[in-house]
Protein backbone atom coordinates (compact mmCIF):
# COMPACT_ATOMS: atom_id res chain seq x y z
CA UNK A 1 0.00 0.00 0.00
CA UNK A 2 1.39 3.61 -0.83
CA UNK A 3 0.38 6.39 1.69
CA UNK A 4 1.32 9.94 1.15
CA UNK A 5 1.44 12.48 3.52
CA UNK A 6 0.19 16.04 2.27
CA UNK A 7 -0.63 19.65 3.24
CA UNK A 8 -1.03 22.79 1.23
CA UNK A 9 0.48 24.91 3.82
CA UNK A 10 3.77 24.24 4.87
CA UNK A 11 4.61 23.79 8.47
CA UNK A 12 1.41 21.49 9.71
CA UNK A 13 3.66 18.46 11.09
CA UNK A 14 3.46 16.46 7.67
CA UNK A 15 6.87 15.27 8.62
CA UNK A 16 6.31 14.72 12.10
CA UNK A 17 3.03 12.42 11.28
CA UNK A 18 5.07 10.74 8.33
CA UNK A 19 7.61 9.67 10.61
CA UNK A 20 5.68 8.68 14.19
CA UNK A 21 3.27 6.91 11.69
CA UNK A 22 6.36 4.80 9.98
CA UNK A 23 7.93 3.97 12.88
CA UNK A 24 4.44 3.01 14.32
CA UNK A 25 4.79 0.34 11.42
CA UNK A 26 6.36 -2.54 10.04
CA UNK A 27 8.30 -3.03 7.00
CA UNK A 28 8.14 0.56 5.63
CA UNK A 29 9.96 1.79 2.78
CA UNK A 30 9.88 5.95 3.56
CA UNK A 31 10.58 8.36 0.59
CA UNK A 32 11.10 11.90 1.02
CA UNK A 33 9.26 13.67 -2.17
CA UNK A 34 10.51 17.05 -0.31
CA UNK A 35 13.28 17.63 -2.41
CA UNK A 36 13.52 21.34 -1.62
CA UNK A 37 13.67 20.94 1.75
CA UNK A 38 13.67 17.04 2.69
CA UNK A 39 13.60 16.89 6.44
CA UNK A 40 12.66 13.60 7.68
CA UNK A 41 16.41 11.39 7.84
CA UNK A 42 16.35 14.37 10.66
CA UNK A 43 14.09 12.79 12.45
CA UNK A 44 14.70 8.81 11.82
CA UNK A 45 18.63 9.65 12.24
CA UNK A 46 19.20 6.43 9.29
CA UNK A 47 22.67 5.01 8.39
CA UNK A 48 23.06 6.35 5.17
CA UNK A 49 24.71 3.75 2.57
CA UNK A 50 24.64 5.81 -1.05
CA UNK A 51 24.12 8.76 -2.84
CA UNK A 52 23.17 8.55 -6.80
CA UNK A 53 22.98 11.47 -8.87
CA UNK A 54 19.81 12.70 -10.72
CA UNK A 55 20.43 14.27 -13.97
CA UNK A 56 18.23 15.06 -16.98
CA UNK A 57 19.15 15.84 -20.33
CA UNK A 58 20.11 18.83 -21.82
CA UNK A 59 20.86 20.12 -25.15
CA UNK A 60 24.27 20.28 -26.55
CA UNK A 61 24.75 22.32 -29.95
CA UNK A 62 27.24 21.12 -32.67
CA UNK A 63 28.51 24.71 -34.07
CA UNK A 64 29.99 23.32 -36.78
CA UNK A 65 26.28 21.60 -38.03
CA UNK A 66 24.09 24.37 -36.68
CA UNK A 67 23.25 27.67 -39.56
CA UNK A 68 21.43 29.41 -36.71
CA UNK A 69 18.01 28.80 -38.66
CA UNK A 70 16.36 28.96 -34.89
CA UNK A 71 13.97 26.56 -35.38
CA UNK A 72 15.07 24.96 -31.88
CA UNK A 73 14.92 28.45 -30.16
CA UNK A 74 11.30 28.74 -31.60
CA UNK A 75 9.88 25.68 -30.60
CA UNK A 76 11.53 25.81 -27.22
CA UNK A 77 8.60 26.38 -24.52
CA UNK A 78 10.51 27.03 -21.66
CA UNK A 79 13.19 29.75 -23.59
CA UNK A 80 16.13 27.74 -22.52
CA UNK A 81 17.85 28.24 -26.32
CA UNK A 82 18.48 31.57 -27.74
CA UNK A 83 19.65 32.05 -31.59
CA UNK A 84 21.24 34.96 -32.98
CA UNK A 85 22.96 35.02 -36.73
CA UNK A 86 26.56 34.13 -35.08
CA UNK A 87 25.67 32.06 -31.82
CA UNK A 88 23.21 29.95 -30.08
CA UNK A 89 22.89 30.69 -26.18
CA UNK A 90 21.85 27.57 -23.80
CA UNK A 91 19.88 27.96 -20.29
CA UNK A 92 20.27 24.78 -19.12
CA UNK A 93 18.50 25.84 -15.50
CA UNK A 94 15.31 26.40 -17.95
CA UNK A 95 15.32 23.02 -20.10
CA UNK A 96 12.40 20.84 -19.05
CA UNK A 97 14.33 18.16 -21.08
CA UNK A 98 11.25 17.80 -23.72
CA UNK A 99 13.74 16.32 -26.55
CA UNK A 100 12.26 18.34 -28.89
CA UNK A 101 14.78 20.54 -30.27
CA UNK A 102 16.47 16.97 -31.03
CA UNK A 103 13.49 16.72 -33.14
CA UNK A 104 12.92 20.02 -34.71
CA UNK A 105 16.60 20.42 -35.90
CA UNK A 106 17.25 20.10 -39.83
CA UNK A 107 20.87 19.75 -39.31
CA UNK A 108 20.77 17.26 -36.74
CA UNK A 109 23.53 19.94 -35.03
CA UNK A 110 21.24 19.06 -31.50
CA UNK A 111 22.20 15.92 -29.35
CA UNK A 112 22.18 15.40 -25.43
CA UNK A 113 23.86 15.40 -22.13
CA UNK A 114 23.17 14.49 -18.74
CA UNK A 115 23.04 17.30 -16.32
CA UNK A 116 23.05 17.07 -12.49
CA UNK A 117 20.11 18.67 -10.71
CA UNK A 118 20.15 16.79 -7.41
CA UNK A 119 20.95 13.54 -5.44
CA UNK A 120 19.07 10.13 -4.45
CA UNK A 121 20.22 9.12 -0.46
CA UNK A 122 19.36 5.74 0.30
CA UNK A 123 19.67 4.73 3.76
CA UNK A 124 17.76 2.44 6.80
CA UNK A 125 16.87 2.95 10.41
CA UNK A 126 16.25 0.23 11.87
CA UNK A 127 13.62 -2.39 9.46
CA UNK A 128 12.65 0.81 7.69
CA UNK A 129 14.16 2.18 4.68
CA UNK A 130 14.80 5.19 4.00
CA UNK A 131 15.09 7.27 0.48
CA UNK A 132 15.12 10.83 -0.19
CA UNK A 133 15.84 12.98 -3.04
CA UNK A 134 17.97 16.38 -2.73
CA UNK A 135 17.35 19.40 -5.24
CA UNK A 136 20.97 21.19 -5.87
CA UNK A 137 20.84 24.75 -4.05
CA UNK A 138 19.98 26.86 -7.25
CA UNK A 139 18.43 24.48 -9.36
CA UNK A 140 14.50 25.45 -9.97
CA UNK A 141 12.95 22.34 -10.92
CA UNK A 142 11.82 19.45 -7.78
CA UNK A 143 9.59 17.18 -10.00
CA UNK A 144 12.41 14.81 -12.28
CA UNK A 145 13.86 14.22 -8.80
CA UNK A 146 10.66 13.15 -6.95
CA UNK A 147 10.00 11.08 -9.75
CA UNK A 148 13.56 9.70 -9.33
CA UNK A 149 12.61 9.19 -5.99
CA UNK A 150 9.37 7.33 -6.49
CA UNK A 151 10.80 4.93 -8.93
CA UNK A 152 12.26 3.28 -5.87
CA UNK A 153 9.07 2.16 -4.53
CA UNK A 154 8.69 -1.51 -3.69
CA UNK A 155 5.19 -2.20 -3.95
CA UNK A 156 5.77 -5.15 -1.41
CA UNK A 157 6.65 -2.84 1.97
CA UNK A 158 4.48 -0.12 3.32
CA UNK A 159 5.05 3.12 1.04
CA UNK A 160 4.47 6.37 3.24
CA UNK A 161 5.36 9.26 0.79
CA UNK A 162 6.25 12.58 2.56
CA UNK A 163 5.24 15.26 0.05
CA UNK A 164 6.43 19.17 -0.10
CA UNK A 165 3.96 21.43 0.83
CA UNK A 166 1.71 23.40 -1.94
CA UNK A 167 -0.84 22.68 -4.11
CA UNK A 168 0.81 22.59 -7.79
CA UNK A 169 3.38 20.20 -9.46
CA UNK A 170 5.76 19.00 -7.00
CA UNK A 171 2.72 17.83 -4.81
CA UNK A 172 1.30 16.24 -7.89
CA UNK A 173 3.79 14.38 -8.81
CA UNK A 174 4.16 12.98 -5.57
CA UNK A 175 0.68 12.17 -4.55
CA UNK A 176 -0.07 10.22 -7.91
CA UNK A 177 -0.66 6.71 -7.66
CA UNK A 178 -0.98 6.44 -3.99
CA UNK A 179 -3.43 4.48 -2.81
CA UNK A 180 -4.39 7.13 0.16
CA UNK A 181 -3.65 10.64 0.98
CA UNK A 182 -3.33 11.70 4.86
CA UNK A 183 -3.34 15.56 5.31
CA UNK A 184 -1.97 17.00 7.71
CA UNK A 185 -3.50 20.71 8.87
CA UNK A 186 -3.79 22.81 11.47
CA UNK A 187 -6.95 24.39 13.11
CA UNK A 188 -5.96 27.69 12.27
CA UNK A 189 -7.68 30.32 9.39
CA UNK A 190 -4.26 29.33 7.40
CA UNK A 191 -4.41 25.44 8.08
CA UNK A 192 -7.96 25.61 6.90
CA UNK A 193 -7.42 27.79 3.57
CA UNK A 194 -4.87 25.41 2.38
CA UNK A 195 -6.80 21.95 3.36
CA UNK A 196 -9.62 22.96 0.90
CA UNK A 197 -7.43 23.67 -1.94
CA UNK A 198 -5.23 20.49 -1.71
CA UNK A 199 -8.79 18.55 -1.14
CA UNK A 200 -9.38 20.12 -4.66
CA UNK A 201 -6.56 18.63 -6.23
CA UNK A 202 -7.31 15.20 -4.43
CA UNK A 203 -10.98 15.21 -5.80
CA UNK A 204 -9.58 16.31 -8.85
CA UNK A 205 -6.91 13.22 -8.69
CA UNK A 206 -9.48 10.81 -7.43
CA UNK A 207 -7.47 9.86 -4.30
CA UNK A 208 -9.12 9.08 -1.17
CA UNK A 209 -7.83 11.04 1.68
CA UNK A 210 -8.65 11.89 5.50
CA UNK A 211 -7.29 14.69 7.99
CA UNK A 212 -4.92 14.45 10.41
CA UNK A 213 -5.35 17.59 12.74
CA UNK A 214 -2.06 18.50 14.35
CA UNK A 215 -1.92 21.05 17.06
CA UNK A 216 -5.30 20.35 17.97
CA UNK A 217 -6.32 23.09 20.54
CA UNK A 218 -5.05 25.90 19.24
CA UNK A 219 -6.88 28.28 16.92
CA UNK A 220 -10.56 27.33 16.02
CA UNK A 221 -13.28 24.71 15.20
CA UNK A 222 -13.50 25.54 11.32
CA UNK A 223 -11.45 22.71 10.31
CA UNK A 224 -13.85 20.12 11.92
CA UNK A 225 -16.75 22.10 10.52
CA UNK A 226 -15.73 21.73 7.25
CA UNK A 227 -14.79 18.02 7.59
CA UNK A 228 -17.92 17.63 8.90
CA UNK A 229 -19.53 19.55 6.30
CA UNK A 230 -17.69 17.95 3.50
CA UNK A 231 -17.62 14.13 5.24
CA UNK A 232 -13.78 13.99 5.42
CA UNK A 233 -12.86 11.65 7.77
CA UNK A 234 -10.91 13.26 10.88
CA UNK A 235 -8.78 9.74 11.27
CA UNK A 236 -6.64 11.31 14.63
CA UNK A 237 -5.99 14.66 16.70
CA UNK A 238 -2.22 15.59 17.65
CA UNK A 239 -3.08 17.91 21.02
CA UNK A 240 -0.61 21.03 20.87
CA UNK A 241 1.92 20.02 23.56
CA UNK A 242 4.93 22.20 24.48
CA UNK A 243 6.49 18.69 25.12
CA UNK A 244 6.07 17.43 21.60
CA UNK A 245 6.91 20.93 19.89
CA UNK A 246 10.70 20.41 22.10
CA UNK A 247 10.75 16.77 21.18
CA UNK A 248 10.86 17.96 17.85
CA UNK A 249 13.06 20.67 17.59
CA UNK A 250 15.94 18.67 19.34
CA UNK A 251 15.07 16.28 16.01
CA UNK A 252 13.42 13.45 18.35
CA UNK A 253 9.71 11.93 17.27
CA UNK A 254 7.63 12.47 19.91
CA UNK A 255 6.18 8.64 19.53
CA UNK A 256 10.12 7.19 20.60
CA UNK A 257 9.51 9.35 23.94
CA UNK A 258 5.75 9.12 24.40
CA UNK A 259 5.24 5.18 23.01
CA UNK A 260 1.35 5.31 24.15
CA UNK A 261 1.22 7.30 20.52
CA UNK A 262 2.60 4.50 18.63
CA UNK A 263 -0.84 2.74 18.74
CA UNK A 264 -2.49 5.75 17.78
CA UNK A 265 -0.88 5.69 14.87
CA UNK A 266 -1.36 2.49 14.38
CA UNK A 267 -5.32 2.55 14.80
CA UNK A 268 -4.31 5.71 12.06
CA UNK A 269 -2.81 2.39 9.89
CA UNK A 270 -5.31 0.52 10.44
CA UNK A 271 -8.22 3.29 10.21
CA UNK A 272 -6.48 4.09 6.20
CA UNK A 273 -6.75 0.57 5.47
CA UNK A 274 -10.16 0.13 5.72
CA UNK A 275 -10.62 3.20 3.93
CA UNK A 276 -8.82 1.88 0.97
CA UNK A 277 -10.18 -1.66 1.08
CA UNK A 278 -6.83 -3.47 1.52
CA UNK B 1 12.67 51.45 -4.98
CA UNK B 2 13.24 48.64 -2.69
CA UNK B 3 12.41 45.10 -2.62
CA UNK B 4 12.36 42.57 0.26
CA UNK B 5 11.20 38.85 0.31
CA UNK B 6 10.36 37.09 2.96
CA UNK B 7 11.36 33.31 2.60
CA UNK B 8 11.91 30.65 5.11
CA UNK B 9 12.82 27.34 3.16
CA UNK B 10 10.72 25.24 5.41
CA UNK B 11 7.16 26.12 5.85
CA UNK B 12 5.18 27.26 8.52
CA UNK B 13 7.65 29.20 10.65
CA UNK B 14 6.17 32.43 10.11
CA UNK B 15 6.63 34.64 7.04
CA UNK B 16 2.61 35.28 6.52
CA UNK B 17 2.70 36.26 9.89
CA UNK B 18 5.49 38.57 9.72
CA UNK B 19 4.79 40.00 6.43
CA UNK B 20 1.58 41.07 7.51
CA UNK B 21 2.64 42.86 9.96
CA UNK B 22 5.32 44.42 7.84
CA UNK B 23 2.51 45.52 5.76
CA UNK B 24 0.71 47.28 8.81
CA UNK B 25 4.42 48.69 10.31
CA UNK B 26 5.29 50.39 6.58
CA UNK B 27 4.22 53.42 5.63
CA UNK B 28 3.84 53.27 1.36
CA UNK B 29 4.64 50.21 0.78
CA UNK B 30 3.28 47.88 -1.54
CA UNK B 31 2.40 44.11 -0.62
CA UNK B 32 2.79 40.91 -2.78
CA UNK B 33 1.97 37.56 -1.97
CA UNK B 34 4.02 35.12 -4.16
CA UNK B 35 3.06 31.58 -2.41
CA UNK B 36 0.83 31.45 -5.56
CA UNK B 37 -0.45 27.74 -4.81
CA UNK B 38 -0.94 28.40 -0.88
CA UNK B 39 -1.64 32.12 -0.57
CA UNK B 40 -2.48 33.36 2.67
CA UNK B 41 -1.56 37.01 2.97
CA UNK B 42 -5.27 37.94 1.86
CA UNK B 43 -6.50 36.13 5.07
CA UNK B 44 -5.08 38.31 7.08
CA UNK B 45 -4.71 42.01 4.80
CA UNK B 46 -8.39 41.53 3.52
CA UNK B 47 -7.81 42.80 0.09
CA UNK B 48 -10.59 44.09 -2.05
CA UNK B 49 -9.73 43.04 -5.61
CA UNK B 50 -9.78 46.21 -8.14
CA UNK B 51 -8.77 44.18 -10.92
CA UNK B 52 -8.59 40.93 -12.00
CA UNK B 53 -5.93 39.21 -15.05
CA UNK B 54 -6.29 35.59 -15.98
CA UNK B 55 -3.01 33.22 -15.95
CA UNK B 56 -1.93 31.37 -19.18
CA UNK B 57 1.03 29.35 -18.29
CA UNK B 58 1.86 26.31 -19.63
CA UNK B 59 -0.08 25.31 -23.44
CA UNK B 60 -2.39 21.78 -23.42
CA UNK B 61 -1.46 19.65 -26.26
CA UNK B 62 -4.68 18.76 -27.30
CA UNK B 63 -5.66 15.38 -29.52
CA UNK B 64 -8.16 15.58 -32.63
CA UNK B 65 -9.72 12.04 -31.78
CA UNK B 66 -10.80 11.83 -35.49
CA UNK B 67 -7.85 12.44 -37.51
CA UNK B 68 -5.59 10.39 -34.91
CA UNK B 69 -4.95 7.20 -35.94
CA UNK B 70 -3.41 5.73 -32.87
CA UNK B 71 -0.10 5.21 -34.25
CA UNK B 72 1.49 5.60 -30.78
CA UNK B 73 4.62 8.00 -32.01
CA UNK B 74 3.19 10.64 -29.40
CA UNK B 75 3.21 8.13 -26.10
CA UNK B 76 6.63 7.07 -27.42
CA UNK B 77 7.88 10.49 -27.33
CA UNK B 78 6.53 12.54 -25.20
CA UNK B 79 8.71 12.16 -21.79
CA UNK B 80 6.02 13.40 -19.29
CA UNK B 81 4.14 10.49 -19.49
CA UNK B 82 1.26 12.37 -20.37
CA UNK B 83 -0.20 10.21 -23.19
CA UNK B 84 -3.06 7.91 -21.92
CA UNK B 85 -2.50 4.47 -23.56
CA UNK B 86 -6.76 5.36 -25.03
CA UNK B 87 -4.53 8.55 -26.85
CA UNK B 88 -5.86 11.19 -24.15
CA UNK B 89 -3.82 13.51 -23.18
CA UNK B 90 -3.57 13.89 -18.91
CA UNK B 91 -3.28 17.58 -18.50
CA UNK B 92 -1.90 17.14 -15.06
CA UNK B 93 1.19 15.50 -16.47
CA UNK B 94 1.52 17.42 -19.67
CA UNK B 95 3.72 20.55 -19.65
CA UNK B 96 3.44 22.12 -23.02
CA UNK B 97 6.31 20.88 -24.76
CA UNK B 98 4.71 20.51 -28.08
CA UNK B 99 6.68 17.65 -29.02
CA UNK B 100 3.58 15.27 -29.67
CA UNK B 101 2.62 18.11 -32.30
CA UNK B 102 5.93 17.76 -34.10
CA UNK B 103 5.99 13.96 -34.25
CA UNK B 104 2.63 13.56 -35.11
CA UNK B 105 2.51 12.41 -38.95
CA UNK B 106 -1.18 13.34 -39.72
CA UNK B 107 -0.95 16.33 -37.63
CA UNK B 108 -3.71 15.11 -34.69
CA UNK B 109 -2.01 17.12 -32.35
CA UNK B 110 -2.20 20.78 -31.50
CA UNK B 111 -1.37 23.23 -28.13
CA UNK B 112 -4.43 24.98 -26.79
CA UNK B 113 -3.87 27.87 -24.31
CA UNK B 114 -4.85 27.00 -20.83
CA UNK B 115 -6.14 29.20 -18.32
CA UNK B 116 -3.60 28.03 -15.09
CA UNK B 117 -4.91 30.69 -12.36
CA UNK B 118 -5.56 34.49 -11.81
CA UNK B 119 -3.13 37.04 -10.84
CA UNK B 120 -5.12 40.25 -8.95
CA UNK B 121 -4.43 43.83 -8.01
CA UNK B 122 -6.06 44.38 -4.76
CA UNK B 123 -6.04 47.60 -2.56
CA UNK B 124 -5.75 47.08 1.08
CA UNK B 125 -5.71 49.44 4.16
CA UNK B 126 -1.98 49.28 4.59
CA UNK B 127 -1.43 50.06 0.96
CA UNK B 128 -1.78 48.46 -2.77
CA UNK B 129 -1.21 44.85 -3.01
CA UNK B 130 -0.68 41.94 -6.38
CA UNK B 131 -1.55 38.41 -5.48
CA UNK B 132 -2.40 35.26 -7.49
CA UNK B 133 -4.02 31.96 -7.25
CA UNK B 134 -2.76 29.17 -9.10
CA UNK B 135 -5.25 26.48 -10.51
CA UNK B 136 -5.31 23.57 -7.79
CA UNK B 137 -2.84 21.21 -9.49
CA UNK B 138 -1.21 23.61 -12.21
CA UNK B 139 2.33 24.02 -13.42
CA UNK B 140 4.44 26.82 -13.58
CA UNK B 141 4.18 28.67 -10.37
CA UNK B 142 7.48 30.58 -11.47
CA UNK B 143 5.58 32.26 -14.07
CA UNK B 144 3.20 33.11 -11.83
CA UNK B 145 5.26 34.66 -9.35
CA UNK B 146 6.72 36.86 -12.14
CA UNK B 147 3.41 37.89 -12.73
CA UNK B 148 2.56 38.82 -9.30
CA UNK B 149 6.11 40.83 -9.04
CA UNK B 150 5.62 42.85 -12.20
CA UNK B 151 2.21 44.03 -11.02
CA UNK B 152 3.82 44.89 -7.49
CA UNK B 153 6.38 46.93 -9.09
CA UNK B 154 4.03 48.36 -11.88
CA UNK B 155 1.49 49.39 -8.48
CA UNK B 156 5.06 50.75 -6.53
CA UNK B 157 5.80 52.77 -9.62
CA UNK B 158 2.23 54.20 -9.97
CA UNK B 159 1.95 55.33 -6.15
CA UNK B 160 5.31 56.24 -5.96
CA UNK B 161 5.82 53.81 -3.24
CA UNK B 162 9.31 53.03 -1.59
CA UNK B 163 9.30 49.51 -0.88
CA UNK B 164 7.71 46.34 -2.37
CA UNK B 165 7.14 43.59 0.37
CA UNK B 166 7.28 39.81 -1.07
CA UNK B 167 5.76 36.99 0.94
CA UNK B 168 7.69 33.98 -0.81
CA UNK B 169 6.21 30.44 -0.67
CA UNK B 170 8.55 27.68 1.36
CA UNK B 171 11.46 25.51 -0.35
CA UNK B 172 13.62 26.66 -3.06
CA UNK B 173 12.16 25.76 -5.84
CA UNK B 174 11.48 27.65 -8.87
CA UNK B 175 9.00 29.93 -7.53
CA UNK B 176 11.11 30.38 -4.59
CA UNK B 177 13.74 31.40 -7.16
CA UNK B 178 11.12 33.93 -9.17
CA UNK B 179 10.82 35.45 -5.64
CA UNK B 180 13.74 36.25 -4.62
CA UNK B 181 15.52 37.15 -7.98
CA UNK B 182 16.53 40.61 -8.05
CA UNK B 183 15.57 42.02 -4.22
CA UNK B 184 17.31 44.20 -2.53
CA UNK B 185 17.24 41.61 0.97
CA UNK B 186 16.04 38.31 1.44
CA UNK B 187 14.38 37.82 5.14
CA UNK B 188 14.97 34.43 5.84
CA UNK B 189 12.36 33.31 8.89
CA UNK B 190 13.65 29.86 10.85
CA UNK B 191 12.46 28.42 14.08
CA UNK B 192 14.73 26.79 16.39
CA UNK B 193 14.36 23.27 15.03
CA UNK B 194 16.74 20.70 13.66
CA UNK B 195 14.49 21.00 10.37
CA UNK B 196 14.30 24.88 10.67
CA UNK B 197 18.29 24.90 10.99
CA UNK B 198 18.39 22.78 7.93
CA UNK B 199 16.09 24.28 5.43
CA UNK B 200 17.85 28.20 6.88
CA UNK B 201 21.26 26.69 5.87
CA UNK B 202 19.71 25.94 2.39
CA UNK B 203 17.99 28.66 2.06
CA UNK B 204 21.30 31.06 2.62
CA UNK B 205 22.93 29.48 0.59
CA UNK B 206 20.02 29.82 -2.15
CA UNK B 207 20.29 33.66 -1.37
CA UNK B 208 23.84 33.67 -1.64
CA UNK B 209 23.82 31.94 -5.54
CA UNK B 210 21.55 34.16 -6.94
CA UNK B 211 23.24 37.44 -4.58
CA UNK B 212 20.99 38.51 -2.32
CA UNK B 213 21.75 39.89 0.61
CA UNK B 214 20.49 38.10 3.59
CA UNK B 215 18.64 38.28 6.92
CA UNK B 216 17.62 35.85 9.26
CA UNK B 217 15.02 36.23 12.20
CA UNK B 218 13.98 33.32 14.47
CA UNK B 219 10.83 32.85 15.31
CA UNK B 220 9.91 31.13 18.46
CA UNK B 221 13.00 30.98 19.89
CA UNK B 222 12.39 30.27 22.94
CA UNK B 223 11.25 26.81 22.13
CA UNK B 224 15.04 25.73 21.80
CA UNK B 225 17.27 28.39 23.31
CA UNK B 226 20.01 25.82 22.55
CA UNK B 227 19.47 25.72 19.09
CA UNK B 228 18.76 29.59 18.85
CA UNK B 229 22.15 29.85 19.81
CA UNK B 230 24.09 28.18 17.58
CA UNK B 231 21.81 29.95 14.49
CA UNK B 232 22.61 32.93 15.96
CA UNK B 233 26.49 31.73 16.31
CA UNK B 234 26.63 29.81 12.65
CA UNK B 235 25.02 33.56 11.68
CA UNK B 236 27.71 35.56 13.22
CA UNK B 237 30.40 33.18 11.96
CA UNK B 238 28.99 34.02 8.13
CA UNK B 239 28.52 37.92 8.74
CA UNK B 240 24.68 37.54 8.85
CA UNK B 241 22.83 39.58 10.27
CA UNK B 242 20.34 37.99 13.01
CA UNK B 243 16.98 41.42 12.50
CA UNK B 244 14.82 39.83 15.15
CA UNK B 245 14.55 36.76 17.80
CA UNK B 246 10.79 36.49 18.20
CA UNK B 247 9.17 34.87 21.23
CA UNK B 248 6.65 32.44 21.36
CA UNK B 249 3.24 33.65 22.78
CA UNK B 250 -0.44 32.08 21.82
CA UNK B 251 -1.33 35.76 21.26
CA UNK B 252 0.31 34.87 17.67
CA UNK B 253 -2.47 32.59 16.64
CA UNK B 254 -5.40 34.30 18.65
CA UNK B 255 -4.21 36.92 16.19
CA UNK B 256 -4.72 34.41 13.27
CA UNK B 257 -7.84 32.98 14.32
CA UNK B 258 -9.37 36.75 14.20
CA UNK B 259 -7.86 37.24 10.92
CA UNK B 260 -5.81 40.48 12.28
CA UNK B 261 -1.75 40.87 11.54
CA UNK B 262 -0.19 40.23 15.27
CA UNK B 263 0.97 44.06 15.28
CA UNK B 264 -2.39 44.98 15.18
CA UNK B 265 -4.00 42.90 17.29
CA UNK B 266 -2.24 43.01 20.15
CA UNK B 267 0.06 46.06 20.00
CA UNK B 268 2.47 46.39 22.92
CA UNK B 269 2.70 42.13 23.55
CA UNK B 270 6.67 41.05 23.22
CA UNK B 271 5.58 39.56 19.88
CA UNK B 272 4.21 42.94 18.50
CA UNK B 273 7.18 45.17 19.96
CA UNK B 274 9.74 42.70 18.54
CA UNK B 275 8.60 42.73 15.15
CA UNK B 276 8.40 46.47 15.05
CA UNK B 277 11.88 46.51 16.47
CA UNK B 278 12.79 44.09 13.79
CA UNK B 279 11.05 46.54 11.19
CA UNK B 280 12.89 49.13 12.32
CA UNK B 281 16.41 47.47 11.59
CA UNK B 282 15.27 45.78 8.08
CA UNK B 283 14.61 49.39 6.97
CA UNK B 284 18.06 50.76 8.64
CA UNK B 285 20.36 48.05 6.31
CA UNK B 286 18.33 48.51 3.19
CA UNK B 287 19.18 52.49 3.30
Redesign the interface.
Known amino acids: MIVSIAS?????GK?SVAVNMALSLENVQFLDC?V??P?AH??LHPKMSRDKPVNISVPVVNEKLCDHCGKCAE?C??NAIFVSSEKVLLFPELC?????CV??CPKKAISEKQRRIGTLKFGSAGDLELVYGE?E??????VPIIREVKRQIKTYRTVILDS?????????ETV?GSDFCVLVTEP???GL??LK??V??LE??RIPFGVVVNRAG???KKVYEYCREKRIPVLLEVPFQ?KI??L????IPFSIEMPEWKENFKTLFDEVRKLVGK | MKQLTVL??????GK?TITASFAVLATKAVIADC????P?LH?LLHPEVIETQEFKG??LAVIDEKACTECGLCRE?C??EAITEDFKIAP?AC?????CT??CPVNAIALVERVSGHAYISKTKYGFMAHAL?S???????KLVTLVRQNAKILAEKSRSDIIIIDG?????????ASVSGVDAGLVVT??????M??LE?AL??LE??GVPPLVCINMYD??KD?TNKIVSFCRENSIKVVGKIPFN?VV?EA??N?KPIVTYASGTDVAEEIAGMWKRILSTLK
Open positions: GKGGTTDEENLLFKYHSCGGIVLVGEPMAPPGTSCPVIKTPFHDITQVDMIGDRAEYSRG | SGKGGTTDVDADILKKRFVEGCGVVVLPGEANSGPPGIGCPVIEPTMSGHDRRLHFVNNPTLVV
